[in-house]
């Protein structure tokens, strides 16, 4: 928010030749004092960097009015006037932005008596109530409160945001003071003057409304009523959007740079050249001549009417200025100011408020040690300026560089170890996510030239020029999963580069968790196994693969369990298997491996099976006794397999310290059967045991 013009009285006097003139004890002389005194910012907008922005064909802003009773009384606001004051405007606004920017007087409200004091703009809309709310079609809305003119406050105009508040006669002769104050509620701050050290370091002394050429300073010529004329400098210009991009230029190297008068219409010319320093544009340079509706800039006195004229201040030809800054990487660069902290602009001047023309030929230091110089400048071609920088061996900093996941639908999955899980978009087709990685850590001494996005050691992405915003941002989409290496490579017009820590970042395929699988004996214990698991989700399917041995018999579901059963397992064999989850759209749990081992299988005097050893059950025996044989009955007749002499397992058992160890494998199967045989000795008679059969299996 910021005050504009005190409530003054003016006074006439007259002088020879029946001229008028203002009384100087009360005129614009005193203007900077008081409008000092007055300044007040509640939003600190800021004339930085511009963007690239296409400008809109019309900026349309919707104005509504509400009379505010005070103390003092009731205003005299009318419809008729009203829309007469809003014409008037934009009269102003047509000549100055070529139509851009235009203004519609919707509602004359009613009369509102609140029984707080209205003193700022942002009272406005506490005593109203009102929250301006723009009709689709238009930019915004602009709530204007009027009162009575009170002495007290020293502002006619005071804007911020979407208020106003005007302390002043409302009639369309105060459409001077609403064109300021729009200005204010567009962003524009205050156009001084300033007078700056000719040796560095540069400190600049301003005078707040001090600039004469602009509607946002002194501009007398804006309140001659016939013609309407309140124009903007061509950085103001920028700042309301006003101008194409191809009508900036920037000065980020030594050379020369040619502008077009500011208000010319044939001109295939850049209207405002800016000089970055401090990593934003710190100087403006453009060219405004004496001509057409700019000639009373020319002009020591403005002729009102009946002979009666303001005193005027030149204001023309080539412009330096200084721009308010908010940059704190280089302070020790940027110019300084001894007196004003909070301005738009100041007008590079010989004096605070002398005439404000600079000679061609004119060479001003910059506070970097870079120079501008006016070359020439003609109102039909345009003029020329010479800007010498000075040696820049300064590389670009990185304060901050952090690169993101790209948020989608507001989440996104994480892995054990912080990795970007990707899940799948079709059954077909994974949703790769985007990296994001923003550029505002990144700066320069002047301007950064440009900025490449490098990933696993490759530049894939590059801004340039005007592209290079503190808002911007690299995007990049990846295509397949695996470990992203990234830094930002910047390049200043110098020719110095600079690169940003690495910061990796990783990615891989989403899974689902792994269900708990308890392996169980089969039907038959020797030769099956049945692997038994709860589904996760009904939506879920399994599979077994990989199988090492056996084949798998059923798959069978109960109460929320699914059970595989595998059959024909090799004897004593421990089989492996995968196990996959699958859902819906196709993710997998990875798959886990299973094992399994049958029960251990002996052979015993009634079975065996191939490969197996059976180890003969031939009991304990006296001392003394003879040899044991193995006999099998083939065809009839006992044939003796395998013979034994008697083995002293326990020698101090006196009654059976003997055994016979007999064993036979077996290559095929079959039925046998045998009987144990033991010869008679000296000790003991023959032994013929009770015949038995053994079942020998596969």
């Given amino acids: 928010m910021n005050r504009l013009f005190p409530s003054v009285r003016w006074e006439l006097k007259v002088l020879s030749s029946s001229k008028l003139e203002f009384d100087r004890g009360r005129d614009l002389k005193s203007f900077g004092s008081f409008f000092g005194r007055c300044f007040l910012a509640l939003a600190f907008l800021l004339l930085v960097a511009p963007s690239a922005q296409a400008v809109e064909p019309i900026r349309q802003f919707q104005v509504d009015v509400v009379p505010i009773t005070t103390s003092l009384g009731i205003p005299v606001v009318?419809?008729?006037?009203?829309?007469?004051?809003?014409?008037?405007?934009?009269?102003?606004?047509?000549?100055?932005?070529?139509?851009?920017?235009?203004?519609?007087?919707?509602?004359?409200?009613?009369?509102?008596?609140?029984?707080?004091?209205?003193?700022?703009?942002?009272?406005?809309?506490?005593?109203?109530?009102?929250?301006?709310?723009?009709?689709?079609?238009?930019?915004?809305?602009?709530?204007?409160?009027?009162?009575?003119?009170?002495?007290?406050?020293?502002?006619?105009?005071?804007?911020?945001?979407?208020?106003?508040?005007?302390?002043?006669?409302?009639?369309?002769?105060?459409?001077?003071?609403?064109?300021?104050?729009?200005?204010?509620?567009?962003?524009?701050?205050?156009?001084?003057?300033?007078?700056?050290?000719?040796?560095?370091?540069?400190?600049?002394?301003?005078?707040?409304?001090?600039?004469?050429?602009?509607?946002?300073?002194?501009?007398?010529?804006?309140?001659?009523?016939?013609?309407?004329?309140?124009?903007?400098?061509?950085?103001?210009?920028?700042?309301?959007?006003?101008?194409?991009?191809?009508?900036?230029?920037?000065?980020?190297?030594?050379?020369?740079?040619?502008?077009?008068?500011?208000?010319?219409?044939?001109?295939?010319?850049?209207?405002?050249?800016?000089?970055?320093?401090?990593?934003?544009?710190?100087?403006s340079v453009e060219y405004r001549p004496a001509i057409g509706s700019d000639s009373s800039l020319a002009q020591t006195n403005i002729n009102i009417s009946n002979g009666s004229f303001y005193t005027n201040i030149q204001s023309h030809g080539l412009q330096l200025r200084i721009i308010q800054t908010m940059g704190t990487e280089y302070l020790s660069l940027l110019p300084k100011t001894s007196n004003k902290e909070l301005f738009g602009t100041g007008l590079v001047s010989d004096t605070l408020n002398g005439p404000q023309i600079q000679p061609l030929g004119k060479t001003f230091l910059l506070s970097d040690g870079s120079t501008v110089t006016f070359i020439s400048a003609d109102p039909n071609i345009g003029a020329v300026v010479k800007v010498v920088r000075a040696p820049d061996t300064e590389a670009p900093r990185v304060t901050a560089s952090e690169a993101r996941w790209a948020w989608k639908n507001g989440t996104y999955y994480l892995g054990p170890n912080r990795e970007r899980l990707v899940k799948r978009s079709s059954n077909s087709a994974w949703d790769f996510p985007t990296l994001e990685i923003p550029v505002e850590g990144i700066s320069d001494n002047r301007l950064l030239k440009s900025l490449e996005l490098e990933i696993n050691g490759k530049v894939v992405d590059q801004l340039t020029g005007s592209a290079i915003t503190p808002t911007a941002l690299f995007s990049y989409q990846t295509t397949e999963v695996g470990k992203f290496d990234i830094r930002l490579l910047a390049s200043d017009y110098a020719g110095n580069t600079t690169a940003s820590q690495l910061s990796s970042f990783e990615s891989m395929y989403f899974t689902l968790n792994q269900t708990s699988v308890s392996t169980n004996a089969g039907r038959d214990p020797q030769t099956s196994i049945s692997f038994s698991f709860y589904r996760v989700n009904e939506g879920y399917t399994y599979e077994l693969t990989e199988l090492s041995g056996g084949t798998i018999e059923s798959t069978s579901e109960k109460n929320g369990f699914t059970t595989i059963s595998v059959i024909n397992i090799p004897r004593n064999a421990t089989i492996t298997a995968k196990l996959t989850g699958r859902d819906e759209l196709g993710h997998t749990d990875g798959g886990q491996i299973l094992k399994g081992t049958v029960s251990k299988a002996k052979c015993s005097n009634s079975e065996c099976f191939v490969g197996g050893t059976w180890n003969v059950e031939t009991g304990f025996w006296s001392p003394g006794v003879g040899t044991m044989s193995l006999q099998e009955n083939v065809k009839g007749k006992w044939v003796n397999i395998s013979s034994a002499k008697a083995v002293a397992l326990k020698p101090k058992d006196k009654k059976y310290p003997n055994t016979y160890q007999i064993n036979v494998n077996y290559t095929a199967p079959g039925t046998h059967t045998y009987r144990l045989f033991i010869a008679p000795n000296k000790l003991y008679g023959v032994y013929i045991g009770k015949p038995f059969k053994q079942v020998v299996k596969n």
């Fill in 78 to 283: 009318t419809q008729a006037e009203s829309q007469a004051l809003i014409d008037r405007v934009n009269a102003g606004m047509n000549d100055a932005t070529g139509g851009v920017i235009r203004f519609t007087l919707r509602n004359v409200l009613p009369t509102i008596a609140p029984g707080a004091p209205v003193t700022t703009s942002t009272d406005v809309g506490k005593v109203s109530g009102i929250t301006p709310k723009a009709d689709p079609g238009f930019e915004s809305a602009i709530l204007i409160g009027v009162i009575v003119k009170d002495q007290s406050l020293p502002f006619a105009g005071m804007a911020g945001g979407q208020f106003m508040l005007v302390n002043y006669a409302w009639d369309r002769m105060s459409s001077w003071i609403l064109t300021h104050e729009f200005g204010h509620n567009f962003g524009l701050l205050h156009a001084n003057s300033a007078t700056c050290t000719t040796a560095l370091p540069i400190v600049c002394d301003q005078l707040e409304y001090g600039d004469y050429s602009s509607i946002m300073g002194k501009s007398v010529y804006a309140y001659v009523a016939q013609p309407y004329v309140a124009r903007f400098s061509a950085t103001e210009l920028d700042k309301l959007k006003v101008l194409p991009s191809n009508k900036r230029s920037i000065a980020t190297e030594t050379g020369e740079y040619k502008l077009a008068p500011v208000y010319s219409t044939n001109i295939d010319l850049p209207k405002v050249l800016y000089i970055p320093i401090g990593n934003e544009n710190a100087y």
